[in-house]
């Protein structure tokens, strides 16, 4: 992993995200790290707190499949409305 240039570094573009936001962790993320790289980023988006979620799992780099769906089922249904 090497450290983007200015232009393309997310923490320069994730002030710039004010869309509701649904991010999905795990506790021991050896990829992203929970210090130094979930935490700074979501409080980096520019989404209004009311409009940001961050959920942590106690797994690694991927989320238990189920949780996934449910969460980002239910985080859709908030800001598009149900599924008729």
Do not use: C
């Amino acid at each position: 992993m090497q450290k983007p240039s200015p232009e393309v570094d997310q923490f320069n573009f994730a002030p710039r995200v004010t869309a509701p936001v649904l991010m999905l962790n795990g506790r021991y993320d050896f990829v992203y790290p929970p210090d130094t790289s979930q935490e700074p980023m979501f409080h980096m988006l520019g989404a209004p707190k009311e409009h940001k979620r961050r959920v942590v799992y106690d797994t690694g780099h991927d989320t238990p499949r189920t949780e996934l769906i449910k969460e980002t089922l239910n985080w859709l249904d908030r800001y598009l409305g149900p599924v008729k």
